[in-house]
């Protein structure tokens, strides 16, 4: 990842545990991406200055407008209308120069689909609005005060474990301060798939990383899930799949933050 880019190789990936949507390609603009800490001013009886003492991130994006059709089967404006109102997990992701892939940024968070606004004309299109949550929303349950993550699978499909030492992510170090992964499933054949993270300290010999698994998915659907704040994370990480059931193929993408 390298240089400067534009933003028609921005893309916008969110759901819930039964709905995987990329809206990528309906997308105007999304608001702001932000992370603040709200300070409590303190100050002890002889200190000569006042101190601020962080609270927990506030992480927030939005709002986002869009067009979108409606009147056909597993159209977006049926989806957005059943996700108002309720908990997703959402990543935006830059793509540098090109559709985003792996080892790209991602702004990653955990928030409520607060309000959809869908105007619809005479002809299907629908020219649609979203807030999202801000506040404890974007806070309730997280462990952690980031959002920026890798992209350790850009969104496409595959039909077989990820055995290579090349489609893989160097992060440079190990960590010790956990992470979480988000995943969005947008497309399977049959059967269940399993998305998760294994890690490497050589990129040699990989093992599962504790945790970071979405479990047997169905069907579409996004979401994010935690490691303990104090686990281990090695230096290299690649993404894996395993099929079942009858499953060929499955287009999702998997993203990984560290703490």
């Known amino acids: 990842?390298?240089?400067?880019?534009?933003?028609?190789?921005?893309?916008?990936?969110?759901?819930?545990s039964t709905h995987g949507v990329d809206l990528s390609c309906h997308v105007l603009d999304v608001g702001d991406l932000s992370i603040d800490f709200d300070g409590d001013p303190i100050a002890a009886y002889c200190w000569g200055v006042k101190g601020t003492l962080l609270s927990n991130a506030t992480i927030t994006a939005g709002p986002i407008n869009a067009i979108l059709s409606a009147g056909v089967a597993g159209d977006l404006h049926t989806?957005?209308?059943a996700l108002q109102g309720r908990p997703i997990s959402m990543g935006i992701a830059i793509g540098i120069n090109q559709v985003p892939t792996l080892g790209d940024p991602i702004f990653v968070?955990?928030?409520?689909?607060?309000?959809?606004?869908?105007?619809?004309?005479?002809?299907?299109?629908?020219?649609?609005?979203?807030?999202?949550?801000?506040?404890?929303?974007?806070?309730a349950g997280m462990k952690y005060g980031k959002a920026w993550?890798?992209?350790?699978h850009g969104l496409a499909a595959a039909s077989a474990a990820n055995a290579s030492t090349a489609d893989i992510f160097d992060g440079g170090a190990a960590s010790a301060a956990g992470g979480f992964m988000f995943y969005c499933l947008t497309s399977l054949d049959g059967g269940n798939v399993t998305l998760s993270i294994e890690d490497s300290a050589d990129n040699s010999t990989y093992t599962a990383l504790t945790g970071a698994t979405s479990?047997?998915?169905?069907?579409?659907?996004?979401g994010i899930v935690q490691l303990g704040t104090t686990a281990t994370v090695r230096r290299y990480l690649r993404w894996q799949l395993a099929l079942a059931d009858g499953a060929t193929t499955a287009t999702f993408l998997i993203a990984f933050v560290r703490g």
């Open 79 to 81: 989806t957005m209308t």
């Open 1 to 16: 990842m390298a240089g400067r880019t534009v933003s028609k190789y921005n893309r916008v990936y969110l759901g819930d």
């Open 215 to 222: 479990g047997a998915l169905t069907a579409a659907g996004c």
């Open 109 to 139: 968070l955990s928030t409520d689909l607060k309000s959809y606004t869908g105007l619809e004309s005479a002809g299907g299109m629908v020219t649609m609005n979203a807030t999202l949550g801000g506040g404890a929303d974007n806070t």
């Open 149 to 152: 993550g890798t992209i350790l």
